[in-house]
């Protein structure tokens, strides 16, 4: 039986969380003397002197609407980072706790684990990229707290099986968190509608890719009430600054736009893709659900020196296992794709 009483750390539950000054009062109020903020303004604009909304609500209702999600099972951290990194200090005792990663993976949840002093085990994908059950089930013991699961994975751009997620969803007594930074260029659906068959169940997704808001950072853990509880308890007060609030609200209005461009970057991806594959010396584009294209081809590593004298910067894999000869590439502009296949071209003609 799942029971999040015991995986929060004894720390976080015994935890007295820092009570900002908007918290303790609540109604109307004229005259703001609590906050020690700068009451004149700055030169720059009178509007950001104010400390934000801790708790984000405006932007939570909106995102509720656009989701489909009550807004006690939104969490927003500063980028899906912050949010990674919440999750071990709420759950993971250092030195004691560990938790699984499948790689090749999302970079972060192994350091994000080494800043914490989490233990990590690995098992590593299958050769088709998907998950390994039996060396998952084998791995996991009395102190594996989360498990951290990437649909579409980052760099190998898959999703992943979802009967596999729903068997490990079913059976760990731990959580299991589904990074879901490349939802929208998935042909998969989310896990997010399956928040309420699943209170082991953490949802992460991000404005940083479809929504084209990397500079903002802002990122979403959606699940339980009790799961978001215990993250608002530890973040840091003002985690989400004005701007990105008042931003996001704005891009929260453009859904629109936002599916027009997830539309556009898939057929981009597919022309890529399409492209790379008829280039003599690759020797696979891997299908992708992502905005991006890992592709296999001979001399890897030079091509990616090569393209960086050209002041073109792809994502060099190469060294990472079951990635061999493998450079990621991310969708651009159809300029900025244009420049790289002449490039190609230039590498191919010398
Ligand atoms: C799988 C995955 N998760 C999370 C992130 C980071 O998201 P954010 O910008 O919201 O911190 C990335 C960024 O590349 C990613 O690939």
Not at 46 to 54: A, G, L, M, S
Not at 225 to 240: F, G, R, T
Not at 267 to 296: C, G, H, Q, W
């Amino acid at each position: 039986m799942f029971q999040l009483e015991n995986l929060i750390r004894e720390n976080i539950k015994k935890l007295t969380p820092y009570s900002s000054a908007r918290d303790e009062f609540s109604g109307e109020a004229k005259v703001f003397l609590d906050a020690n903020e700068n009451s004149l303004g700055s030169p720059l604009t009178k509007w950001y002197n104010r400390y934000p909304d801790p708790h984000q609500m405006a932007v939570k209702e909106k995102i509720s609407v656009v989701k489909g999600i009550s807004a006690e099972h939104i969490f927003l951290g500063n980028g899906s980072d912050e949010c990674i990194d919440l999750l071990f200090r709420s759950f993971c005792e250092p030195g004691k706790d560990n938790v699984i990663i499948c790689p090749p993976t999302y970079g972060m949840y192994e350091v994000s684990a080494n800043i914490n002093d989490i233990e990590i085990k690995k098992a590593p994908l299958l050769e088709d990229f998907q998950l390994d059950l039996i060396h998952i089930e084998n791995l996991i013991d009395a102190n594996t707290k989360l498990i951290w699961l990437c649909s579409p994975n980052n760099p190998t751009g898959n999703s992943l099986n979802r009967v596999d997620i729903e068997i490990i969803l079913n059976n760990f007594k731990g959580i299991v968190i589904i990074d879901e930074a490349y939802i929208n260029f998935a042909k998969q659906k989310s896990f997010q509608q399956e928040l309420a068959e699943y209170p082991n169940l953490v949802v992460m997704q991000t404005f940083s890719k479809a929504w084209g808001l990397a500079g903002l950072r802002l990122g979403m853990a959606f699940a339980s009430s009790a799961i978001i509880e215990v993250l608002n308890k530890v973040k840091p007060p003002y985690n989400i600054n004005q701007a990105t609030q008042e931003l996001a609200l704005k891009a929260l209005e453009e859904v629109g736009q936002v599916n027009d461009m997830i539309k556009l970057l898939v057929d981009m991806r597919e022309a890529l893709a399409e492209v790379f594959l008829s280039m003599p010396t690759v020797e696979k584009v891997y299908p992708s659900d992502a905005n991006f294209i890992l592709v296999k081809i001979k001399e890897a590593k030079n091509i990616y020196m090569f393209l960086l004298t050209k002041g073109i910067v792809l994502r060099d894999r190469s060294n990472v296992k079951l990635c061999e000869d493998c450079l990621r590439i991310t969708v651009g502009t159809e300029k900025e794709n244009t420049i790289l296949v002449e490039a190609m071209q230039e590498w191919y003609n010398q």
